[in-house]
């Protein structure tokens, strides 16, 4: 009775599990990062189907925000991140109808042998799983101890290490849902929450900030602007976590926000004086500082009636005598070294900076205005000496081969070269050089003017 029983179990179950499913997860909201499917009976016939089973041909609708993997004895066998109709067709599990009912008749009579042999069981575990990879936002975060922080700033030789507390919010999504399952969620029945590993994260994050720090510190981006840095300070975390939350959970930060970064009283009070400090190198700066302190000086004296105005002049005096800095020393030599540095930023006269085009231009005979560029002289107007023609017997100036007065012909001479293709023409127009300087092309025949 035991074999019979297990033979009817099995066809009845086969039966059963012979109807197409329809698998759909509605929007998923930002507490739930992992769900598992369920089929949409809609008071079908279908609903008497063995459970973790999947027929052949079974339909999977995947929203947007949504990816799906599907799960057979433990192993993901498929994967769809884009939303639409996903069709299984690859089940291990035959449906009479679905694809080719020859080969399907086949196929469900092995699967009934087999489920025969299990006592009527289907031995088998299928499942589908939908992920949120929307982006999760409105985490929040907060240093519970001093962050340590490294300030750089080479304008005054800054290089020192002082200690941050922050706190503000970020966002992450799920970028890799198979790292996810596999490193993280597993094989849930139900939902996997974000709850159940936010709070671990929010720690991971907190250990990540004195690296991202670092990288931060590296660009030269002082603590108090990083509130202004978001997109570097999510690379630099993204960076510090890329093991732990990418590779291991497919989970990459998506932004964040900082509310506050501020470093303790102390720390800041060290900054601004080192600061201030540094500023006395400058020689003006200093300058300027004696004589603000002297005239405070002064102001005291001028005040003093325990003594005198005049007594605490004198003090004053013999003060600044016996070793007080001169204020218009410090000035004289600011003024040097405005001027050497000055005259190292200025190339020598007449040099040819590295780099630069050679003069090209004309000097006018008239005025001695150099490296005119034009037809006409910029300073007194004066045409180019040799846009100014030839002069005829008669005494008129012309510019072609002939008087335009009397008709006499150019006088024979050196022929004149002039660049037919940009217009240069050498200071030496009988002489031109093999080449035009300014574009290149040879001379010959055709340059003659």
Same mark, same amino acid.
């Given at each position: ?86 069709? @299984?067709? $690859?089940?291990?599990?035959? %449906?009479?109808?679905?694809?080719? &009912?020859? #080969?399907? /008749?086949?196929?469900? !009579? ?81 939902? @996997?929450? $974000?709850?159940?590993?936010? %709070?671990?994260?929010?720690?991971? &994050?907190? #250990?990540? /900030?004195?690296?991202? !720090? ?88 001028? %005040? ?146």
């Amino acid at each position: 009775m035991g074999l019979l029983a297990a033979a009817k179990d099995s066809i009845s179950t086969l039966l059963k599990d012979q109807w197409r499913e329809y698998f759909y997860c509605d929007s998923l909201p930002e507490t739930i990062l992992m769900t598992k499917g369920k089929t949409r009976q809609d008071g079908s016939k279908n609903n008497k189907g063995t459970d973790n089973i999947i027929s052949n041909g079974s339909i999977i609708a995947v929203n947007e925000g949504q990816c799906m993997i599907i799960v057979d004895q433990g192993a993901v066998v498929d994967f769809c991140a884009e939303a639409g109709e996903f069709i @299984y067709d $690859t089940s291990t599990e035959p %449906s009479l109808l679905y694809g080719n &009912l020859g #080969d399907n /008749l086949k196929k469900t !009579f092995q699967t009934v042998g087999r489920r025969f042999t299990m006592g009527g069981s289907t031995g088998k575990d299928q499942r589908v799983y939908f992920f949120n990879t929307k982006e999760i936002p409105n985490n929040l975060f907060g240093t519970a101890s001093p962050v340590p922080f490294r300030v750089v700033d080479t304008n005054i030789g800054l290089d020192v290490d002082i200690s941050l507390r922050c706190n503000g919010r970020y966002s992450f999504r799920l970028t890799d849902p198979l790292a996810f399952y596999k490193g993280v969620a597993g094989n849930v029945t139900g939902d @996997y929450k $974000t709850e159940q590993i936010t %709070s671990q994260m929010k720690s991971e &994050l907190i #250990d990540a /900030l004195q690296p991202a !720090f670092a990288q931060i510190s590296e660009l030269g981006i002082r603590y108090s602007a990083v509130p202004g840095h978001t997109k570097e300070m999510k690379d630099a975390l993204n960076a510090a976590l890329a093991e732990d939350w990418g590779v291991k959970r497919g989970i990459t930060i998506e932004s964040v926000a900082f509310n506050s970064v501020k470093a303790s009283e102390e720390d800041e009070a060290m900054i601004k004086e080192l600061q201030r400090t540094a500023v006395m190198r400058n020689p003006g700066m200093g300058a300027a500082n004696i004589n603000m302190a002297q005239a405070d000086a002064m102001r005291a004296a001028a %005040s003093n009636t325990s003594t005198g105005p005049m007594m605490a002049f004198a003090g004053m005096n013999m003060a600044q005598m016996a070793g007080g800095m001169n204020a218009n020393n410090l000035y004289s030599m600011d003024a040097q070294m405005q001027a050497q540095q000055a005259q190292q930023a200025a190339p020598a006269a007449g040099a040819v900076v590295a780099g630069a085009a050679p003069k090209l231009g004309w000097k006018c005979p008239d005025c001695g205005t150099d490296n005119n560029t034009g037809k006409f002289c910029t300073n007194c107007g004066k045409p180019k000496p040799s846009d100014a023609g030839w002069t005829c017997s008669c005494g008129t100036v012309n510019q072609g081969k002939f008087c335009q007065n009397c008709g006499a012909k150019k006088p024979e001479g050196a022929p004149i070269y002039k660049c037919d293709k940009c217009g240069w023409e050498p200071e030496d127009p009988a002489n031109p050089p093999k080449f035009c300087p300014q574009c290149g092309d040879p001379f010959d025949d055709s340059d003659k003017v």
